[in-house]
């Protein structure tokens, strides 16, 4: 980890740029891939109807926040230049204890944000073009309006500057935490079986059908990682565990 933290400190803006804007088509990419694979193998489990064909704006929309993400990331990466960020090259348990702790707060801070973003004036904004997408495909986690994807960045780029030392390795886990949770959550299928969707652990944990209830009925199921604040506040879907622990269709 060390190495990888030399090697990156010594690239130039132009260098780091290109890489940023690498990474994020990987990501997008990859989350197409990945997406269109679990579609296509749960389709049966559906938890919205189908979506209509990819529309321009649509198309134009996922670009935009591929090439904002990609900003984010170069300015992340400035940041730690300038020493307002912290990494450290620890593979050892603090990794795993920064990546859960920073996906907790992450958590509250989003759903926080999600909550203000559903206030008539901010909906109207912003966040109102996204759910202009209510029967959702892989694609829609990336169309938002540039103030959401701004401000999502601008929200993490705030906490790393106010963390004591991230692993590397955690960092990394967490953009792959949150792509993961992103793209199951715009599936619209629900990939888990009833006998895993059960489990004590599928409480707390969002699920792929928690999201599908946000986008169907935008007043509930307002988290992203975790239900905690959902029941906490009052806001989840009442039938969400009732869904949850429901039989799977029946095969032919």
């Known amino acids: ?15 780091a740029a290109a890489g940023a804007l690498a990474g994020n088509l990987a990501l997008f ?3 197409l891939l ?25 198309r134009v929309l996922t670009l935009v926040a591929v090439l904002l993400n990609s ?10 230049r300038a020493g ?16 859960l702790l920073f996906s907790l707060v992450m958590d509250a801070l989003m759903y926080g944000g999600h909550w203000l973003a559903h206030r008539r004036r901010l909906y109207r904004l912003a966040h109102e073009l996204h759910h202009g997408y209510p029967d959702p495909r892989p694609a829609t986690l990336f169309v938002l309006h540039p103030l959401e994807v701004l401000g999502f960045g601008g929200a993490w780029i705030t906490v790393l500057c106010l963390w004591p030392g991230m692993s590397v390795l955690a960092l990394s886990g967490y953009i ?31 699920l792929p059908m928690f999201h599908a209830g946000h986008h ?11 239900t905690v604040w959902d029941r906490l506040f009052g806001t989840i879907d009442p039938r969400y565990d009732a869904r949850r622990a429901a039989p799977d269709p029946a095969h032919p």
């Open 71 to 80: 900003a984010v990331g170069l300015l992340g990466w400035q940041l730690w």
């Open 84 to 99: 307002w960020i912290r990494l450290t090259a620890d593979v050892g348990p603090r990794a795993p204890a920064d990546l």
């Open 216 to 226: 169907a009925d935008p007043a509930v199921n307002l988290g992203f990682y975790t």
């Open 1 to 15: 980890m060390d190495t990888v933290l030399d090697w990156t400190g010594r690239l130039s803006p132009a260098e």
């Open 34 to 58: 990945a997406g269109g694979l679990l579609v296509r193998r749960f389709g049966d489990r559906r938890v919205t109807p189908p979506p209509a064909p990819p529309d321009r704006r649509e």
């Open 29 to 31: 990419a990859l989350a």
């Open 176 to 206: 792959g935490v949150n792509l993961v949770f992103g793209l199951l959550g715009h599936l619209g299928v629900e990939p888990f079986p009833a006998r895993v969707r059960r489990l004590a652990v599928f409480r707390w944990v969002a």
